[in-house]
């Protein structure tokens, strides 16, 4: 590794202790018993997947990664998956955490459950580590949401405990299988068939990208009763345990993929010859439950999106406090200081935006939201995972310019960061698929009108500024673009859809940053000041160096 002029030690690092962000938005949201117990738990869990979780992640990469043992010294098919023993302590410990568990059952110190707010903010630390193993939680958290939900009590008793285990019982990690190979993203095109036998259903086909395969104690697979129906009409929801009795249950691997990033999640083609599988609720639901259980996937991407970004910012931000070039610190160059602020305006702000977002999650899947905020939910999962995934990938590649060339070598963290962020464009959706996503709510509820006026109301509340006129303008030209939209045929949306996700979950965030501001001061007011000017490009050549004038102030440097 090279060694910088003028560096020294960094020391123990906690992902958790320095977050103001994250620390105001558990404040707010949580009760104060809660917030006492998540505060002490997210220390812990913050030094933890600073240091010792990160290192595993480094070995899991680089030299570690699972691999696939086909079959025994018999000769005999086990497909079993290897991960190494780093893997396996980061599983155990971050299970116990409740980070799955204790959104469905009692935190025992509490006496009361706990909420999909608190789980997030576990999962936004581990991201700064490990976003490739949040890919598994993800799948845990899909799984048990699937199973509280749906199930009926004897599929729920069999499986739910295991799936929601904190160290008092054998866990069961998820997964959701649902591609196929002549389907992809056409999940109505999945031919995996359930035939009637004796003992209940058995599976039959494959799966083509079958993600935590060998891994998980049971998948929640889509899959077609005969006489059904063609079409996503026809799809039923089954779990499935990956063993039964000890041996596997008519599961086998036939390869596990070769990825670009996040390789400490075991991806594979599965065949299924005759797996035992369980009717999970209507058997005429199946790909409506998936699509819940999808939109709680997306709202996971976003999360790992912006630990990728909080990561690639405080490496880029410590690169530049360390190196020394042309007799000065990097930091103290105005380029350098203009693209640390601008990376730290949008994160912070899109942190808080998600933040939102999961709170209202949370009353939604507690069914304490109306109609209206459930369908602005979903247009705030899908506009912010799209924008945030995009974003992680951009935070990589400035926190990679940042090192030089060191951010290209695989001694430091910048390449992983960029490889683990490339995918979260593709998981859950790809933009195109949330394009259309953004089609059905604006067809058929009408979302569109329900976000414009609901950022219209934010900003009404708001002291008037310049920034909050320059918003309300920008509301206004929206307003008048999705309209027109709304009236388009359906060729010329699904053109449009994706320049409009962005001008949507910009003018959102912006909002929250102005907000932000007049609700918290201190640094969230330069902030705010200077996100407004990078979202709307309203700096002219020759004008004031806000990220320069502000630097200090922020940064503390």
């Given at each position: 590794m090279v060694v910088l002029k003028g560096a020294a030690p960094t020391g123990e690092r906690n992902f958790y202790e320095r977050d103001e962000t994250l620390k105001k938005i558990l404040a707010e949201s949580l009760p104060d018993d809660f917030y006492r117990y998540a505060d002490r738990e997210?220390?812990?869990?913050?030094?933890?997947?600073?240091?010792?979780?990160?290192?595993?992640?480094?070995?899991?990469?680089?030299?570690?990664?699972?691999?696939?043992?086909?079959y025994n010294r018999l000769g005999e098919d086990i497909s079993h998956v290897w991960v190494n023993e780093g893997y396996k302590k980061t599983v155990d410990e971050t299970y116990r955490t409740g980070i799955v568990g204790y959104v469905h059952k009692e935190i025992p110190e509490l006496g009361t459950k706990g909420n999909y707010l608190y789980s997030f903010a576990q999962g936004y630390l581990l991201s700064q580590s490990e976003p490739g193993f949040y890919c598994p939680v993800t799948l845990t958290?899909?799984?048990?949401?699937?199973?509280?939900?749906?199930?009926?009590?004897?599929?729920?008793?069999?499986?739910?405990?295991?799936?929601?285990?904190?160290?008092?019982?054998?866990?069961?990690?998820?997964?959701?299988?649902?591609?196929e190979r002549q389907g992809g993203s056409d999940v109505?095109?999945?031919?995996?068939?359930?035939?009637?036998?004796?003992?209940?259903?058995?599976?039959?086909?494959?799966?083509?990208?079958?993600?935590?395969?060998?891994?998980?104690?049971?998948?929640?697979?889509?899959?077609?009763?005969?006489?059904?129906?063609?079409?996503?009409?026809?799809?039923?929801?089954?779990?499935v345990p990956w063993k039964v009795d000890g041996k596997l249950n008519g599961i086998s691997i036939r390869r596990l993929k070769d990825k670009l990033g996040v390789r400490a999640v075991p991806s594979g083609e599965v065949e299924f010859d005759g797996a035992q599988a369980f009717v999970v609720g209507d058997p005429k639901n199946g790909l409506k439950y998936m699509m819940e259980a999808l939109n709680l996937s997306r709202i996971c991407n976003a999360v790992a999106s912006i630990g990728i970004m909080k990561r690639a910012l405080d490496e880029a931000a410590e690169y530049a406090e360390r190196r020394n070039a042309f007799g000065q610190k990097l930091s103290e160059f105005p380029m350098v200081q203009d693209s640390l602020m601008k990376l730290r305006a949008k994160q912070e702000f899109e942190t808080a935006a998600i933040f939102e977002g999961i709170g209202l999650y949370d009353r939604v899947t507690a069914g304490d939201a109306t109609?209206?905020?459930?369908?602005?939910?979903?247009?705030?999962?899908?506009?912010?995972?799209?924008?945030?995934?995009?974003?992680?990938?951009?935070?990589?590649?400035?926190?990679?310019?940042?090192?030089?060339?060191?951010?290209?070598?695989?001694?430091?963290?910048?390449?992983?960061?960029?490889?683990?962020?490339?995918?979260?464009?593709?998981?859950?959706?790809?933009?195109?698929?949330?394009?259309?996503?953004?089609?059905?709510?604006?067809?058929?509820?009408g979302a569109h009108e329900l976000f414009i006026c609901h950022v219209k109301e934010r900003l009404a509340k708001l002291q008037t500024t310049v920034d909050v006129e320059l918003l309300q303008e920008k509301t206004k030209n929206l307003h008048e673009e999705l309209t027109a939209f709304a009236g388009f045929d359906a060729a010329l949306q699904s053109f449009d859809a994706k320049n409009l996700m962005q001008k949507m979950a910009r003018l959102f965030e912006n909002t929250v940053a102005l907000e932000w501001a007049g609700k918290h001061g201190g640094i969230y007011t330069p902030l705010a000041e200077i996100f407004t000017e990078l979202t709307w490009n309203t700096r002219s050549t020759g004008g004031e160096m806000k990220t320069v004038k502000y630097f200090k102030q922020v940064m503390g440097k």
């Open positions: 997210l220390t812990s869990f913050g030094k933890l997947a600073a240091n010792d979780i990160d290192e595993r992640a480094r070995y899991t990469d680089r030299e570690g990664a699972p691999r696939l043992e086909k958290m899909a799984t048990a949401y699937l199973l509280d939900h749906y199930a009926d009590e004897d599929v729920k008793a069999r499986f739910l405990p295991h799936v929601c285990a904190t160290g008092d019982t054998e866990l069961f990690e998820g997964a959701t299988f649902l591609t109505g095109a999945n031919v995996v068939q359930a035939l009637q036998s004796e003992d209940g259903y058995r599976l039959y086909g494959e799966k083509y990208f079958a993600s935590n395969a060998g891994m998980a104690g049971v998948a929640m697979v889509l899959a077609r009763l005969e006489g059904a129906p063609k079409g996503s009409k026809g799809l039923t929801l089954f779990a109609q209206e905020e459930q369908v602005l939910n979903r247009l705030l999962i899908a506009i912010l995972k799209k924008e945030s995934a995009e974003q992680a990938i951009h935070f990589s590649h400035e926190a990679i310019e940042m090192h030089g060339g060191n951010g290209y070598i695989e001694d430091f963290v910048t390449p992983r960061l960029l490889r683990d962020a490339q995918v979260l464009t593709v998981w859950e959706g790809t933009a195109n698929i949330l394009g259309l996503e953004l089609m059905r709510l604006v067809n058929k509820f």
